[in-house]
């Protein structure tokens, strides 16, 4: 069998059922040749520091075997394609959740302090944005750890368990969209459409009153302090209104 056969029929085992074998550890070792050398694991660490110094896209089977000095067809042993791949170096780079149901005062501190954990892992690897914004992802124990622990922090609620799976996702789309604009943030562009804006609402001031009036005032001016902070309490106010 041909290189390029041998590769097309390591695909067709893949998907879902390889993904979910590689992310529960249930994918049987090689079989046949030598004693493995590598691992599912080391693989994904390997592609996870190409991925955090370069970005997602960067990451191939072909570059990852590089980085091992083993040739590319030695990782299909391991995982079926990239798109496995991928799946296991989500479920790796976040890791297993930070503990807070010890955390005094009740879910809103305990969700906080999931939140800001939660970030600080988007913040290491904003290529998880990416790489779980592509398809519905089969989830690996530490992501479902993750969001069984925001979960358990709201379960003395009262909230019925559809509000507490949306408060969940509330705080998960905030995270990603502050890390989305960390991840995009270049001074030197912003300070160039922050002149720009400027000049334009200079002319057409009478037509966006309202925006230029706010410009004025410094609504485009960075406040410091973590960008986090306004969007999750504004997030847990509604809850805790929700439970008055």
């Not at 955390?103 to 939140?115: F, M, V």
């Not at 290529?127 to 992802?137: C, S």
């Not at 922090?153 to 368990?161: E, W």
Request: with cysteine; charged share 20%.
């Amino acid at each position: 069998m041909s290189g390029s056969e041998s590769r097309k029929a390591a695909g067709k085992q893949g998907g879902a059922k390889a993904s979910f074998a590689l992310l529960w550890g249930e994918q049987g070792q090689p079989s046949r040749g030598p004693k493995p050398s590598l691992s599912a694991g080391r693989i994904a660490e390997t592609a996870i520091r190409i991925a955090d110094d370069e970005g997602l896209d960067a990451v191939s089977l072909a570059r990852v075997a590089k980085k091992l000095d083993v040739t590319t067809m030695a990782l299909y042993r391991y995982v079926p394609g990239k798109a496995e791949l991928v799946d296991l170096m989500v479920d790796l780079a976040i890791g297993p959740p930070v503990p807070v149901a010890g955390i005094a005062g009740g879910w809103r501190p305990q969700l906080t302090e999931w939140a800001r954990q939660c970030a600080a892992v988007y913040r290491r690897h904003p290529w998880i944005l990416t790489a779980t914004g592509m398809r519905r992802q089969i989830m690996g124990p530490h992501q479902l750890g993750w969001l069984d622990t925001a979960l358990a922090a709201l379960a003395g609620t009262g909230l019925s368990p559809v509000q507490r799976h949306d408060t969940f996702l509330l705080l998960v789309g905030h995270i990603r969209n502050i890390t989305q604009q960390t991840a995009e943030h270049n001074e030197a562009a912003n300070e160039e459409w922050a002149d720009l804006t400027t000049e334009v609402l200079e002319r057409h001031a009478d037509r966006f009153p309202a925006l230029t009036s706010a410009v004025a005032e410094g609504a485009f001016t960075p406040q410091g302090g973590d960008p986090l902070d306004f969007g999750l309490e504004r997030i847990l106010d509604g809850v805790a209104a929700l439970l008055l």
